[in-house]
C-alpha cells in the first residue's frame, strides 16, 4: 500500500460538471476530466480495508453490494497512486472486458460499498477507472492483442450490447473463431442507441469495436437472426451459438386513449435520436422531436431521466417524469445500512437540467396515468394522472398501491414517452431456436448456468437475467464465456 493514511490526507474529488445550460447545447460528454497527477491522489485514498465489500458484488438486503465484475479494485488504485499505470490496466482488464464503458455508464456498486463512505466520502473509484483505461489507450496499452493460436472450434453470437461483446472477447481471446450478428445497422446494441451520446459517445463504442476486429471477431450488422437468418443455419455453421438479444420487449401502459398520436416507447424515441445524430446531425429529420411541445415521460429509471434529458437538449416546452413510487430519502434510513445500497433520492443529469431550464424538478412521484386525453384528429393532448397510496399487507408483507380519490390531474401532454421497463426476450426469436422461457419469458436455464434447453444454444446478459445494469450483462457474458468454452475444450482457463 502506496499511502497509509492518502484517506485521511486528502479530500475525495471529482471531475467537474459543465454547467446544465451550456452542454444541453449539443449531445457530447459533458465531464472535465481531473489532470492525471491529481486522479494519482485519488487513488491514495484506498485505505487497504480488511474486507474489500468494493469488489465483493455481494446481495445483501435484496441488492448488489459491490462490483458483480469483483473488479479488483484496491490493487489498481493503489497501482494508480504509484503512477503505475500499464500495471494498473494490467489488473483492471482482468475482470472487466469494457471499462472504458463501466467508467462512464455504471453507477458505481463498488463507490456504495466503499469502506471510506462508511463515515466519510469513498474513494472515486469509477473516475480512477476512467483515467486507467483512456491512459492505456493513449499509450497503446489497449492496442489489438489477437490470439496466438486459434482452437479450430467456431461460435457465433446473437446481439451485440455488453453481454453479446463480452462472450465474443472472452472466446475470441481463448482461441475460438467468434462472428457476432446485430440487427441493427451498427455495432453495440443498447450501448449504440439504448444510451445517449452525452451518457456515452458513439466513438468510445467503435473503438472498442475497431480493437475486437483487429483481435479476429468477424461482426455482421443488418443481420436479424431468427427472421432474414434462419436459426437452422447458424447451427450447422457452429460449434456453438450464444443468444444475447437483451430484454427487448417494453412494457406498455394499458389505460384510455393509448392509440392517440404522440406516444412512443422510450427505446424507439432514443434510438431514433441517436441514430439520425450519428446518420446526419439531426439533418435528415428522422427522429421524435419534441421541440416546442410538451412532453411526459412515464417511468423514474435511468431511462426515464435520459429521456428527460434528450428532450430538453431538443427544445422542450416543459418535461414531467411520473414516477410511481415514493420519493427515496435524501440519507440513509437507518435500516438501510453500509454496505447495502443506498436507497436515497438521486438527481441524476437528465432532471438537473430540467431544474436549471424550467426551475423546478420535472419528477411527479406516487403517481399513474388514468388517461390519455385525444383531440378531434385523434393526437395527444394531454395525460390524466392520479395519485397513488401505498400500504404494506400484513399478510404478504407486499406493498400495495391504491388510487386516491379526487387527487386526479390533468397535464397538458403532446408527447409521451413510456419507460416503464422491459419484459423479457422476443418471442421470434426463442421460437426460432426452440428454447425453454421461464414466467418472465427470460431464457431458461438451470441455475446459475447459461445453457439453455436446445442442444449447442447458450444464452447471456438481460434475455437470460432480465432488464439489468451494463456491469451485470458484462459479468453475464464473461460467464457465459466460460460454459461455451468448457463446452468447447473440456475445460477452461478463462477469468470470471
Not at 484517506?7 to 451550456?22: I, L, Q, T
Not at 492483442?145 to 453481454?163: F, H, I, L, N
Amino acid at each position: 500500500m502506496g499511502k497509509p493514511t492518502g484517506f485521511m490526507d486528502y479530500k475525495r474529488e471529482v471531475s467537474r460538471d459543465v454547467p446544465p445550460k451550456e452542454r444541453i447545447k449539443n449531445f457530447k460528454e459533458f465531464h472535465e476530466r481531473l489532470p492525471r497527477e491529481r486522479q494519482q491522489m485519488q487513488g491514495a485514498r484506498c485505505m487497504e480495508c480488511g474486507v474489500p465489500f468494493c469488489q465483493s458484488g455481494m446481495t445483501i438486503g435484496g441488492m448488489t453490494s459491490g462490483c458483480p465484475l469483483h473488479n479488483l479494485v484496491p490493487e489498481w488504485n493503489d497501482l494508480v497512486y504509484m503512477g503505475n499505470w500499464k500495471q494498473a490496466y494490467n489488473r483492471l482488464v482482468k475482470t472487466n472486458s469494457f471499462p472504458e464503458f463501466t467508467a462512464r455508464v455504471c453507477p458505481a456498486l463498488c463507490e456504495a460499498a466503499c469502506t471510506c463512505g462508511l463515515v466519510g466520502e469513498p474513494v472515486s473509484t469509477r473516475e480512477n477507472e476512467y483515467a486507467i483505461i483512456e491512459y492505456a489507450y493513449e499509450q497503446g496499452y489497449a492496442a489489438p492483442r489477437p490470439p496466438k493460436v486459434r482452437t479450430g472450434k467456431k461460435v457465433a453470437v446473437v446481439g451485440s450490447g455488453p453481454s453479446g461483446l463480452a462472450v465474443a472477447d472472452q472466446l475470441n481471446k481463448r482461441g475460438h473463431s467468434v462472428t457476432v450478428y446485430e440487427r441493427s445497422d451498427r455495432i453495440g446494441g443498447l450501448l449504440m442507441y439504448g444510451i445517449p451520446n452525452m451518457k456515452l459517445e458513439k466513438q468510445i463504442v467503435d473503438r472498442k469495436v475497431r480493437v475486437m476486429e483487429a483481435e479476429g471477431v468477424r461482426f455482421v450488422t443488418d443481420a436479424d437472426v431468427g427472421k432474414g437468418i434462419k436459426a437452422d443455419k447458424l447451427l450447422k455453421e457452429y460449434d456453438r451459438v450464444v443468444l444475447a438479444c437483451g430484454a427487448s420487449n417494453p412494457r406498455d401502459i394499458h389505460v384510455p386513449g393509448r392509440d392517440a398520436k404522440g406516444i412512443y416507447f422510450a427505446v424507439d424515441f432514443l434510438k431514433a435520436n441517436t441514430k439520425s445524430l450519428l446518420d446526419s446531425d439531426f439533418a435528415d429529420g428522422q427522429f421524435i422531436s419534441t421541440k416546442d411541445k410538451n412532453v411526459v415521460i412515464i417511468g423514474g429509471g435511468d431511462t426515464g431521466n435520459d429521456c428527460v434529458g434528450t428532450s430538453v437538449r431538443q427544445g422542450c416546452k416543459s418535461v414531467t417524469q411520473i414516477e410511481m413510487m415514493p420519493k427515496a430519502p435524501d440519507k440513509r434510513a437507518e435500516n438501510n445500512p453500509w454496505p447495502e445500497w443506498p436507497k436515497v433520492c438521486k438527481t441524476d443529469y437528465g432532471q438537473e437540467e430540467a431544474i436549471a431550464v424550467f426551475g423546478h424538478d420535472p419528477r411527479i412521484y406516487e403517481s399513474t396515468v388514468k388517461e390519455f386525453v385525444k383531440d378531434k384528429n385523434g393526437n395527444l393532448k394531454a395525460v390524466k394522472t392520479v395519485k397513488l397510496s401505498w400500504e404494506k399487507d400484513l399478510e404478504s408483507g407486499k406493498m400495495n398501491q391504491t388510487e386516491i380519490p379526487g387527487s386526479e390531474q390533468t397535464l397538458p401532454a403532446e408527447i409521451v414517452l413510456i419507460a416503464a421497463g422491459f419484459l423479457g426476450s422476443q418471442k421470434y426469436v426463442t421460437d426460432a431456436f426452440q428454447v425453454k422461457t421461464n414466467q418472465r419469458t427470460n431464457v431458461d436455464t438451470a441455475p446459475g448456468q447459461y445453457e439453455t434447453s436446445a442442444k449447442n444454444v447458450f444464452t447471456a446478459g438481460d434475455m437470460h437475467r432480465g432488464q439489468s445494469l451494463v456491469v451485470w450483462a458484462i459479468r453475464e457474458g464473461r460467464e457465459a464465456a466460460r460454459a461455451v468454452d468448457e463446452s468447447l475444450m473440456g475445460y477452461t482457463n478463462l477469468m470470471r
